[in-house]
């Protein structure tokens, strides 16, 4: 029983720092789209109204993107598609579905 639970405290250290580390790669991301696209960034902020949310938004594989992430579709150069998506779902960010 005993290492049972030893097992499960390393287990539970190393979530803890692989969610540290994505939570400081995910603040890198947004702070580098809010230099490179400041009006995007600052579009998806006034949406989303949190920037923990926004930084989420921009990492999630979505179904629009298909099954890619905000910043994947920003690489393959598809920065109209991405600017759609945020400015049509203005009123819908009240309820934000990260996955969607």
């Known amino acids: 029983m005993m290492a049972e639970k030893s097992c499960f405290e390393k287990i539970l250290v ?4 692989v969610d540290a580390m994505r939570d400081t ?3 890198e991301a947004f ?3 809010e230099i490179m696209q400041s009006n995007l960034a600052s579009m998806l902020l006034l949406n989303v109204g949190d920037r923990h949310l926004a930084e989420r938004w921009m990492s999630t594989h979505r179904r629009a993107f298909g099954g890619r992430t905000a910043y994947e579709m920003l690489v393959d150069g598809e920065l ?19 996955g969607s």
């Open 25 to 27: 790669l995910l603040s």
């Open 14 to 17: 190393d979530i803890r720092r």
């Open 31 to 33: 702070s580098a789209l």
């Open 80 to 98: 109209d598609v991405v600017w759609e998506k945020v400015s049509s779902e203005g009123r819908e960010f009240d309820s934000i579905e990260l």
